[in-house]
């Protein structure tokens, strides 16, 4: 069932792609984790399909977008230009929207980020450049 109401959800960022589009889907994302129960409920509640048991993300959506996905921090300071610096494992309030969409003789209900808020920041980890070595 779709509706216009706005559901606010604390979740752990996984997988940010926020001013760079995903090379996969062509679309800026990002995975909402852990999600709590209540969250799961009401996301679901309104038509939004949730992953139920993703292993250590817990319950997560994807919401995408076509438009670079902009978060702000506590004091509404925004991250425009260093979205890089946001990690995996950051805790954020997002504000989702139910979408409608029926494209292709495909239908459902998407989720829209209308405001995310990065409650504690996880810097990215350095490394994870290319060691030369033999290859097992």
Do not use: C, H
Request: glycine share 12%; net charge negative; aromatic share 6%.
């Amino acid at each position: 069932m779709i509706s216009n109401e706005r559901i606010t959800v604390r979740a752990v960022v996984n997988f940010p792609k926020f001013e760079t589009t995903d090379e996969m889907s062509g679309k800026y994302q990002v995975v909402l984790g852990n999600l709590s129960p209540a969250a799961v409920e009401k996301l679901e509640e309104v038509g939004i399909k949730v992953r139920a048991d993703n292993g250590e993300m817990g319950a997560t959506i994807k919401p995408t977008s076509k438009w670079p996905i902009i978060p702000v921090d506590v004091d509404g300071n925004s991250f425009m230009g260093a979205t890089q610096q946001i990690g995996y494992g950051s805790i954020v309030r997002a504000t989702i929207k139910p979408f409608a969409y029926n494209v292709g003789g495909n239908s459902g209900v998407s989720p829209k980020i209308e405001r995310i808020v990065v409650e504690e920041l996880a810097v990215p980890e350095a490394g994870g450049d290319f060691v030369e070595g033999e290859v097992l």
